[in-house]
């Protein structure tokens, strides 16, 4: 129970300190600017409404802060877990840290499809020529190009190929494929 007063007095802290901020006129601003990227008062910043309005992300982590604390208390403590985050609100290295990892998040998702295209490559050429190699036995699945795909994303990712496929007659053709 004193956890959840904790948390209660950070998310009441909070509120009472941008108190200023939380006024419908912002609100209805912040509605307005996201949908029609134009402002009622003509400033066009839509990061302050992110950052300090009732809407904003400080507003619905300050409210899962209190929900989490609850939920800790009523069913299991894992949901304590997520009061760790806490740390970072507080410490400027750790945002920094969280912002240089968060801002370039477009081109982490282009790179994450650009290495399932080039792993759906090495399945494409595993179904080709290294099927028979393959053993159902040891969760390797290639009989279609989707079992092949899903077994090279998974092998490939915490293994390689070439450590998970065994190698049962060696020839410098067959080596030269799986390289």
Partial sequence: ALHLIFALCVAVTYFIANMKNFTVPSVLNYVVLKFTKHSLNGSGDIEKHNEQGILGLASIYHLC???????????????????????????????????SVTRPGRQLIYVAILSLFIIYIYAVASFAFLRVFFDRNDGLFCESIGQCYATSIRHGLLATLGDVIPVSNFSYRTAGIRI
């Fill in 65 to 99: 802060l209190v929900g989490f604390s609850a939920a800790g208390i009523a069913f299991k403590g894992y949901f304590f877990c997520f009061h760790l985050l806490h740390i970072i609100v507080n410490n400027d290295l750790l945002t920094r840290v969280l912002q």
